[in-house]
């Protein structure tokens, strides 16, 4: 894969990183890791931090787009809201990492939304499903806060819900869950998953092809990480990762929104990204897929690639289509 040499030291760091942090026990040196995980703090009045649950560390960051406040003061306009998971194996990563913090400005820029980014409890500290929790509580929180709490022309009746990687995994059982609660002022309009983090026992063609051979994510690194998320006890067939698998309950798209779902061509879990839009479809729930053939696992952080500018086009053109439905 030809990649910058930029992208490619960053990448190579960030795998010693790992190797050197995260223990065979399926624990993690969270001191070592601290201090190769960068944090940028908020920067008024285009992000800002907002606490929901203090006792848990739950917040979110939120993204105002360039000049959107000024103008949706004056001419009544309203902005959209996009509640983002970040990726990250549900065990690394925060809204304030300066990559994660980087990505959703982005996203609130091109796609001119507000966007809340939220920061979830991490695993293996916090298991499943305090990840689940975490991020339903804030689409909870954003459907009880005062209003003037929110930066003006913020209309969650055109809510999506966003993630990449496991933050993908994370927006699919919210979304979910949402669907047996009745929300006051919240509205789901659409599920943005950006290379979803699924998997199961089975190997797929793509997991046994790939390996541990592409940037971003391999196979062993994958099932760290489903290690130190799930239950005890659990294998990769649990509901919270094979999410149409044999141990999973019958799901029922009715109540779940039109999704857009990514894939990269040299991510080892596309196979399983394709088995969860197949399981979407039979569901009823309808589907738009987009493969970028050269893209791998996380390539979408890295502004400098053509994709990257190409998936914020694909996912503005997603929600204003879905906006356009009553």
């Known amino acids: 894969m030809s990649l910058p040499w930029k992208i490619k ?4 760091a960030y795998s010693c990183i790992r190797k050197a942090c995260f223990r065979h026990d399926f624990t993690i040196n969270r001191r070592l890791l601290r201090l190769f995980d960068p944090k ?13 649950d203090p006792s848990r560390d739950l917040w979110f960051r939120q993204y105002t787009p360039s000049h959107s406040t000024a103008a949706a003061t004056a001419t009544g306009d309203t902005l959209p809201v996009v509640v983002y998971f970040h990726g990250g194996g549900f065990a690394t990563n925060s809204a304030n990492t300066v990559f994660m913090d980087s990505f959703a400005r982005r996203v609130a820029n091109h796609v001119r939304s507000i966007v809340i980014s939220v920061n979830y409890r991490l695993a293996p500290e916090h298991c499943c499903p305090a990840q689940y929790d975490d991020g339903f509580d804030v689409v909870k929180f954003l459907d009880s806060v005062d209003p003037t709490r929110l930066p003006p022309g913020t209309d969650l009746g055109r809510c999506f819900i966003m ?4 933050g993908g995994n994370l927006g699919h059982h919210v979304v979910a869950r ?4 009745k929300f006051e002022r919240v509205r789901l309009r659409g599920l943005i998953a950006v290379q979803p983090f699924f998997g199961g026992e089975e190997r797929t063609e793509s997991e046994i092809r790939i390996g541990n051979g592409a940037p971003g994510l391999s196979v062993d690194r994958a099932d760290w990480f489903w290690k130190a998320f799930l239950p005890k006890g659990s294998n990769r067939n649990h509901p919270a990762s094979n999410v149409f698998g044999p141990n999973s309950a019958r799901f029922s798209g009715s109540k779940f929104p039109n999704t857009l779902v990514v894939i990269g061509g040299s ?8 088995k969860y839009c197949k399981g979407l479809e039979s569901a009823g729930v309808g589907v738009r897929l987009v493969e970028y053939p050269n893209a791998f696992h996380g390539s979408y952080v890295f502004e400098d690639l053509p994709e990257s500018s190409l998936m914020l086009d694909e996912i503005r053109d997603f929600m204003s289509q879905q906006l356009k439905v009553t």
């Open 163 to 166: 993630g990449d990687s496991a």
């Open 178 to 181: 949402a669907g047996a609660c």
């Open 40 to 52: 940028t703090p908020p920067t008024p009045p285009s992000s800002v931090d907002v606490t929901v």
């Open 267 to 274: 991510d080892p879990l596309q196979d399983w990204q394709r």
């Open 9 to 12: 030291l960053m990448i190579s």
